[in-house]
């Protein structure tokens, strides 16, 4: 069992930028592939960006050029380093996790294991 722990998330001005992370803890198997969701006030939840075990990377159209996901094997932790914000970013942000292969390990495979979120509200 996997357990997913966000940190980071705050206010920020448009333009501003803030980088938020995820501990994985618990199993050693089942965090091949992470990302990064996201859900806006009435909005579905969205797929932001992926990162596979030897570090693939997938973004959504939004957040190309903003965002940047990375990862720290040793320390089990993805982040998400989020520049140029807008105020259609503001979301709860969730991490995700899965024993998923790097060939298939995008936002919209179908993840394990989930965080709590952590609020995101860029102010204009």
């Known amino acids: 069992q996997v357990q997913l722990v966000e940190s980071g998330g705050g206010s920020v001005q448009t333009g501003g930028s803030l980088r938020i992370s995820c501990a994985a803890s618990?199993?050693?198997?089942?965090?091949?592939?992470m990302a990064w969701f996201r859900q806006g006030p009435g909005k579905e939840r969205e797929g932001v960006a992926s990162i596979s075990e030897i570090s693939n990377v997938a973004y959504a159209d939004s957040v190309k050029g903003r965002f940047t996901i990375s990862r720290d094997n040793d320390r089990k932790t993805i982040y998400l380093q989020m520049n140029n914000l807008k105020p259609e970013d503001t979301a709860v942000y969730y991490c995700?996790?899965?024993?998923?292969?790097?060939?298939?390990?995008?936002?919209?495979?179908?993840?394990?294991?989930w965080g709590q979120g952590t609020q995101v509200t860029v102010s204009s």
């Open positions: 995700a996790a899965g024993q998923i292969r790097w060939m298939e390990c995008s936002p919209g495979a179908a993840f394990t294991y």
């Open positions: 618990g199993g050693a198997d089942g965090t091949a592939c």
